[in-house]
């Protein structure tokens, strides 16, 4: 076992503290419904579509506990992701994924030829 260098100890007592960060790319901010705690933590929910960019690949976000960071972000067609990708959304059919993005987007609704951006995550593991 090799010992810990100075340098090392200094870097591991500033992640600690929060100064620096432990992941490649910078801490976003994501926000999830409850009902997607299950989904996310067994990782089937593994896509989140927003009407805006949240991160780019790399970043990384905290959620339910767990650490998880983008690995893909991409522009598709609402329609596209719920009837084809309701399942990564953490959806059981699309018909649920169309009523949620509805009450979450009163004004817009469900408009299945809008353009989304579409970021996929993975549960990020730590580096030792």
Same mark, same amino acid.
């Given at each position: +076992?090799? #010992?810990?260098?100075?340098? *090392?100890?200094? #870097? &591991?007592? *500033?992640? *600690?503290?929060?100064? /620096?960060? #432990? &992941?490649?790319? %910078?801490?976003v901010y994501i926000n999830f419904l409850k009902i997607f705690e299950v989904p996310m933590c067994d990782?089937?929910?593994?896509?989140?579509?927003?009407?805006? &960019? +949240?991160?780019? @690949?790399?970043?990384? $976000? %905290?959620?339910?506990? %767990?650490?998880?960071?983008?690995? !893909?972000? %991409?522009?598709?067609?609402?329609? !596209? @992701? @719920? =009837?084809?990708?309701?399942?990564? !959304?953490?959806?059981?059919?699309?018909?649920?994924? #169309?009523?949620?993005? *509805?009450?979450?987007?009163? /004004?817009?609704? &469900?408009?299945?030829?809008?353009?989304? $951006? @579409?970021?996929?995550?993975? =549960?990020?593991? !730590?580096?030792?």
């Amino acid at each position: +076992m090799s #010992k810990l260098t100075e340098e *090392a100890f200094q #870097k &591991y007592l *500033a992640q *600690a503290r929060g100064q /620096i960060p #432990k &992941y490649k790319g %910078k801490r976003v901010y994501i926000n999830f419904l409850k009902i997607f705690e299950v989904p996310m933590c067994d990782g089937t929910k593994t896509w989140t579509t927003r009407t805006r &960019y +949240m991160g780019q @690949v790399g970043d990384w $976000f %905290k959620y339910f506990g %767990k650490t998880f960071e983008i690995v !893909e972000r %991409k522009r598709m067609l609402l329609g !596209e @992701v @719920v =009837e084809e990708h309701y399942i990564e !959304e953490g959806f059981s059919n699309p018909d649920n994924m #169309k009523r949620v993005w *509805a009450m979450l987007h009163p /004004i817009i609704g &469900y408009d299945p030829e809008r353009k989304v $951006f @579409v970021h996929t995550f993975r =549960e990020k593991i !730590e580096e030792e």
